[in-house]
Each structure stands twice: as C-alpha cells, then as structure tokens.
C-alpha cells in the first residue's frame, strides 16, 4: 500500500486532532505537523533549494465523506482534487499532498488554481494578502505496515474554502526541520 492508499482507506477510521493539543507523533514529526506557515518554503530551504514538485493526478471527482465534511460540501458533490509529490534533495519523494478544491472555489481570480501545472500550491495561497488557515490536525494513517505521520487544514481565499492534506513520506525521516 501507499501514503495515498492509507489516506483514502474507508475501512480504516481517520482520528484528526488539534496540531496543537497532546499527540504521540515522534519527536521528529512534531515541528513539520505544527508549522503553520508554507510548507513549500520549509521543504525547500531543508532541500537546499532543490524543491520539486510531481503532479501525480488533477482531475474532477468526487471527495472523500471526510473530505467532504471538512469542506462542507453536500455529499457526492464533485471537486478538482490534485494529487502531487513534494520533491526534495536528488528529487526524493517527501511528501504526498492532496488538495481538494470545490468548483465554488475555482471562480473569479481563484481559477488560477486550476491551472498550476508542476507550481506549488503553497507559493500560490502563501502570497495571497486574503489568505486564512484553519487550525491544523494531524493524524496518523497505517496501512498495515506501515504508518504515516499527515495534517491537514481548511484554506480560504476570499473566503472560498479549499482543503489540503500533506502526508510525510519515510524518505523525509532523516531530514532536519529547519530554523
């Protein structure tokens, strides 16, 4: 199985919890789980500056219940949803991200969303002025051998919500938060 397999698991029940509140997450994970700012710019200073990004999939389909719920969405209501890696030092899988952007979100100047291409998200919404955050949860997904260490959060631009998932892949295990 996978980080996105895990992720996406029905049978398996999701516990999100406060970012901030008592988790069991390994010292390690704490401060990549806790930071509240772009995830993009952390990655890329820990890579020196070989940050990548790999569009696994973008396409129109229908969120998880989960996903669904965060948003707000009605049930089986359809949404860009963007699956990537986040690349780090000799292009290294880091992160496995999923964003979920409901077609009201997509209007007016947030439409460039849509149209990323290999562009992280985060360098787009961080430099946003209308730019707001949710609090973070995490969660930490197994897939029977395997465990995941994943936040996620609610984001408005303009008050138009889109959510994004970012689950830390064990090629990350070993690299330093930075300062």
Not at 37 to 52: K, N, P, Q, V, Y
Not at 84 to 111: F, H, I, K, M, N
């Amino acid at each position: 199985m996978s980080a996105r397999s895990a992720l996406l698991n029905v049978l398996t029940p999701k516990h999100w919890t406060l970012a901030d509140g008592a988790f069991k997450a390994p010292h390690h994970w704490r401060p990549w789980l806790q930071d509240s700012g772009s995830l993009t710019r952390r990655l890329s200073r820990a890579a020196g500056g070989e940050f990548a990004v790999r569009v696994l999939s973008q396409c129109w389909a229908v969120p998880s219940a989960d996903e669904a719920l965060a948003l707000g969405m009605p049930p089986r209501q359809r949404a860009l949803i963007r699956e990537v890696e986040l690349l780090g030092r000799d292009g290294a899988p880091w992160v496995y991200a999923r964003s979920v952007l409901p077609a009201a979100t997509l209007t007016g100047q947030e439409r460039r969303l849509a149209l990323l291409g290999n562009r992280s998200l985060g360098s787009l919404m961080f430099s946003d002025p209308s730019l707001t955050r949710s609090p973070l949860r995490v969660c930490c997904l197994h897939d029977g051998s395997r465990r995941y260490w994943a936040r996620r959060s609610v984001f408005r631009l303009h008050r138009k919500p889109l959510l994004v998932c970012e689950v830390f892949l064990p090629g990350m295990e070993h690299v330093q938060y930075p300062l």
